[in-house]
């Protein structure tokens, strides 16, 4: 598990910065899929390979646990998350419901130069290898990150909250893992062309989502009815 982890700079003394770096470290470690799901979290292990006390370790731990990457057994201690199909259904009709909530208010309250920041991010993930070579989406987090913009757009600081703080990087996760499935980026994108023209000439959303197909669908053991089709990576 810990193959894939550098030690941090010997030179970061304060106990805060070295517990927002192990956080950091630990946490794209999980969303990218180095740490694989359900892999048990061992605290002597991680705090041998980053030379640091337990107590900022347990700090960045907790912190995991509250972005729902870790999970706390009982008996065992912390563990990567694993969703069940049933869990990861729900995930996404909660992700669906609440971002075709944020892409209506943003549609309504987003100015001009954001718009405009919205449609230079797609200009940039165009731009990236992966998604040239057709292996995989830009996944780059908050003000690089599509959906990240629309649900700041939407001005609902509860929304904001929800979809950018504590669901964030479990969704991302997913994310990350549907997005490299075969012709996907490319579909994507187009789809996220689709959401913004709905922003800039107020579609209902409605009219826009039939056209939408959900990430999930490329994953065979998930229906293609499970889930509205207003999901993309």
């Not at 991680?46 to 030379?51: D, N, S």
């Not at 972005?67 to 065992?76: A, D, E, T």
């Not at 100015?111 to 165009?126: C, F, G, P, S």
């Not at 830009?138 to 703080?165: A, W």
Request: glycine fraction near 6%; include cysteine.
């Amino acid at each position: 598990m810990l193959d894939v982890i550098e030690p941090l700079e010997s030179s970061q003394e304060d106990s805060e910065t070295l517990s927002e770096q192990v956080f950091r470290r630990i946490q794209a470690a999980i969303v990218k899929g180095e740490i694989a799901p359900g892999s048990k979290i061992s605290e002597p292990e991680l705090a041998r390979t980053y030379g640091i006390s337990r107590g900022p370790l347990r700090e960045a731990i907790h912190r995991l646990e509250g972005q729902r990457l870790l999970v706390r057994v009982p008996h065992i201690g912390a563990r990567v998350v694993s969703l069940s199909h049933a869990e990861l259904i729900e995930l996404y009709e909660i992700r669906e419901s609440l971002e075709g909530m944020a892409c209506r208010l943003a549609a309504q309250r987003m100015t001009q130069a954001e718009i405009d920041e919205l449609r230079a991010v797609l200009d940039l993930h165009e731009q990236d290898a992966a998604f040239k070579a057709g292996v995989g989406y830009y996944q780059q987090e908050g003000d690089f990150d599509f959906h990240y913009r629309i649900i700041q757009g939407s001005g609902n600081k509860t929304l904001t909250q929800m979809l950018c703080g504590e669901l964030y990087q479990l969704v991302r996760m997913y994310r990350l893992q549907f997005s490299a499935t075969p012709n996907r980026p490319h579909q994507a994108f187009a789809e996220h062309h689709r959401i913004l023209d709905a922003i800039v000439f107020s579609m209902p959303l409605p009219t826009v989502t039939a056209s939408w197909p959900s990430c999930l669908c490329a994953d065979t053991s998930v229906p293609p009815n499970a889930i509205s089709s207003a999901i993309t990576p």
